[in-house]
């Protein structure tokens, strides 16, 4: 086990015990792909870290061992090209299995990496490949991808390699080819090469409510911090298969398939999936055998549209949720059906797992858990105090200063004047609101500019949704604000229907009714919309900002 080099204590007694004598030791050099990776590799050669598989019946297996050696071609491979310690280079490789490889052997150069999505346009990769100086991208051999990269690629001075993985396309080095030219060995880097834990490792674009996205900057400690994220919140057990449902291009990624996962000794199961269907999941889960599993709330709402009972699921020990707040409907239909309680965790790109169900908490429907143990988080209101039990607030963190605690975010890459704003001063505002109950649970509310504001009440759209879905017709639900001339704004509810339900006008009323029981009546939505499908993330988040601006284009 090599959590014992990095915690003085690995258990606890209570959650109480966690949260107060929690601690995390970082080495001045630590560097995930030598310190994990290949002591990994070292100490238990043989020891399996990666499975996977796609929807065209391709599997591969790896070990420690086979990501050390493959990581090892890659780095030279990459130092060949003139990549070295600060270089960026952007990844575009969905769920590849080259993605673990590559993202090993940059660790060890001490380069940057950039994960990105497989929607990005050629405008989107011009501004990232010119906002953060891309040195290389490595891609899939998406033809959409390819497309976009090969067209943004004259409009950025700095990137002077195209690599795909898998299939050969003219103009681009292959990459399976090249690395089998190099050696599977690599020496850690001395001196001026060699990387400092606070030297910059990755940068993840996110995007906020205004201007174009951010560029949030993890520090070589940041793997570190997600061993709360995978130990203590999603639980994997060493040597068994642990699975989080992300695109590589997502901070979800970080958080579910790489980082924590490898440092607790866990095999990553990579279910590379074309698309999102709920029978393959659920057939994937069960003819593996995954042990810990983790996906967004949507995902398990389609897959209870399916016969759930008809998989055999008692492999799952423990079941987690992030990336949108669970609704209360789900939590029990998965719990009556599984006998499973979803783990449901709070937290952003620019962090590790902040709040969460963690393994002491026994979890209620609807809560997002206590506090993580490195982060001093409070809530506070709009004058800048704490908040009292049952009064919403915004989640902040404490007591940052300059001094960002393991796993939190060091900044925005090439913008110290942003950096100096959002970290220099007494909290972190995360943007987000949640309730505290007086058991100190928290209750999320939404973004700050999900919030909606009508008559003067403040209406938190989770509260809604979770609502609307307890009725048998919402498969599928997006709450946001409508402009308004005499309330300013008012709920809307945009729905995606379950099989057997049609729209119509008697529909919207039992819906409008049903939301008037089970909630404050002054929170129904006024207007409610039928849709086939909501906008969403390729992580499955809930586009709400784009149903509003479309809302606020045709007032």
């Known amino acids: 086990m090599l959590l014992d080099r990095y915690l003085p204590r690995i258990e606890f007694d209570s959650y109480e015990d ?45 070990t420690f061992t086979d990501i050390s050696r493959l990581s090892n071609r890659a780095a030279n491979y990459f130092k060949s090209l003139g990549i070295k310690k600060g270089t960026v280079v952007m990844l575009i490789l969905r769920r590849r299995w080259e993605y673990w490889v590559c993202a090993v052997a940059l660790h060890k150069i001490g380069a940057v990496l950039i994960p990105g999505t497989l929607q990005l346009t050629k405008k989107d990769i011009v501004y990232r490949g010119n906002a953060a100086q891309v040195s290389a991208i490595v891609c899939l051999p998406d033809e959409f991808v390819i497309e976009q990269v090969t067209a ?5 001075p700095s990137l002077k390699t195209k690599i795909i993985v898998d299939k050969k396309i003219d ?11 190099f050696p599977d060995t690599f020496e850690r880097p001395t001196g001026e090469e060699a990387n400092r834990w606070d030297d910059i490792m990755l940068v993840y674009f996110t995007s906020g409510t205004t201007g174009m996205p951010k560029m949030v900057q993890h520090n070589f400690a940041h793997p570190l911090g997600h061993i709360v994220t995978a130990k203590y919140w999603q639980q994997v057990q060493e040597n068994k298969l642990h699975m989080s449902v992300s695109d ?14 490898w440092i607790c000794g866990a095999v990553i199961f990579a279910y590379d999936m074309d698309k999102f269907v709920p029978l393959n999941l659920l057939k994937k889960i069960t003819e593996y055998k995954v042990t810990t599993f983790c996906a967004p709330p949507t995902m398990f709402r389609f897959m209870l549209q399916e016969d ?33 309680k979803l783990r449901e965790g709070f937290g952003q790109s620019e962090g590790s797992v902040l709040i969460a169900n963690f393994k002491w908490l026994e979890p209620s429907a609807g809560s997002t858990g206590k506090p993580a143990p490195l982060y001093d988080i409070k809530l506070v209101n709009d004058e800048g105090e704490e908040c009292k039990p049952n009064e919403e607030g915004t989640i902040v963190i404490n007591d940052v200063k300059g001094n960002p605690p393991v796993g939190l975010f060091t900044g925005y890459y090439h913008n110290s004047e942003m950096t100096e704003e959002v970290l220099l001063g007494k909290w972190y505002d995360t943007g987000d609101v949640a309730v505290m109950d007086e058991n100190g649970y928290y209750w999320f509310m939404g973004r700050n500019d ?28 997006a709450v946001t604000s409508a402009p308004d001339p005499i309330r300013g704004q008012v709920v809307k509810a945009t729905i995606v229907l379950a099989k057997g339900y049609e729209p119509s006008d008697e529909l919207t009323k039992e819906i409008q009714d049903h939301v008037k029981k089970v909630t404050a009546p002054y929170k129904y939505p006024r207007i409610v919309e039928y ?7 390729i992580s499955g988040k809930i586009k709400r900002k784009e149903i509003r601006q479309k809302d606020n284009d045709v007032k």
């Open 531 to 537: 849709v086939d499908e909501l906008p969403k993330t």
């Open 152 to 156: 943004a690629q004259s409009e950025i």
């Open 18 to 62: 966690f949260k107060e004598n929690y601690k995390v030791n970082v080495p001045e050099n630590f560097n995930f792909g030598f310190d994990i990776v290949d002591e990994w590799a070292k100490t238990e050669p043989d020891k399996m870290a990666l499975v996977w598989c796609n929807d065209h019946n391709e599997e591969k297996k790896f």
């Open 308 to 340: 759930v009972k008809s998989f055999d699921l008692s492999s799952i020990k423990t079941c987690c949720i992030a990336g949108e707040p669970l609704n209360p409907q789900v939590f029990n239909d998965w719990y009556k059906l599984t006998g499973l």
């Open 171 to 181: 103009g681009w080095e292959h990459f399976e080819d090249k690395i089998a030219e």
């Open 450 to 477: 999900d919030v909606i504001k009508c008559s003067g009440y403040r209406i938190g759209p989770f509260e809604v949704e979770s609502a609307i879905l307890e009725h048998p017709a919402a498969v599928e639900c």
């Open 248 to 261: 590589s291009g997502w901070a979800k990624f970080g958080w579910g398939k790489i980082y924590g996962q």
